[in-house]
């Protein structure tokens, strides 16, 4: 895979932050992820009056990489995975994930994913480590 275009998947980040759902909070979020077969994926925020339902935008990314049709450039059987993801505010400046995104985001991406944060691009690992996985079960 290529070099990851940071400034372009934070773009898409922001792009999908306009579309965000935050009635109540008033504070959208938006992410982009660069797929394993070459998608680039968005999410947004979508908040709900029953505040615990509310989805955060890094969730709303991995339905996304799922629910959007056949993946490009995987092979019969093979799953698309996060490589690279993006969260940005309002302001298009990255956010880090909180601890139940980040456990999403490794279930989808694993431990080498990297992650675009305030303090630069660091792999997953370094924001989740020790993380509980599929392989434990």
Known sequence: MEEIDWVSLRAAAQAA?????????????????????????TGCNVENASFGLTLCA????VSALHGAGTPGELTVGETPRLVAVSVVDRHGSPLTPCGRCRQVLYEHGGPGMLLETSGGVRPLRDYLPDAFGPEYL
């Open 17 to 41: 932050m306009e579309h965000a759902y935050v009635p109540y909070s008033h504070f959208p979020v938006g992410a982009a992820g660069l797929a394993s077969d070459g998608r680039i994926i």
């Open 58 to 61: 890094e969730c709303s990314l």
